[in-house]
Nanobody
Framework: QVQLAESGGGLVQAGGSLRLSCAAS????????MGWYRQAPGKQRELVAV???????NYADSVKGRFTMFRENAKNTVYLQMNNLKPEDTAVYYC??????????????WGQGTQVTVSS
């Protein structure tokens, strides 16, 4: 299996920046796409950004131009650089990895989540 460990959350003022990290361990060769999701209180979990194994990225409209996702394959780590943060970005951010196993097939792994709080 794959284990995901997130870090980098915290409290920041509006307009500030944070960088989230997600380090994968275990059967990392099985990993394809990876993504960042977030869930605010009382709301459903939503996709923030996704990066393919080839490095292509897609972003939610709400974060385009402010957030950048990139990966360091040698470290099995993905990052989410968040700039010009807004109070509405406040949420728990989760790392996601889609793995493809020869026997189990497709399986989604999740990190434990990291809190991002943006004060106005």
């Amino acid at each position: 299996q794959v284990q995901l460990a997130e870090s980098g959350g915290g409290l920041v003022q509006a307009g500030g920046s944070l960088r989230l990290s997600c380090a994968a361990s275990g059967r990392t060769r099985a990993i394809g796409d990876m993504g960042w999701y977030r869930q605010a209180p009382g709301k459903q979990r939503e996709l923030v950004a996704v990066i393919t194994s080839g490095g292509s990225t897609n972003y939610a409209d709400s974060v385009k131009g402010r957030f950048t996702m990139f990966r360091e394959n040698a470290k099995n780590t993905v990052y989410l650089q968040m700039n010009n943060l807004k109070p509405e970005d406040t949420a728990v951010y989760y790392c996601n990895a889609v793995a493809y196993y020869s026997i189990e097939g497709r399986y989604e792994h999740w990190g434990q989540g990291t809190q991002v709080t943006v004060s106005s």
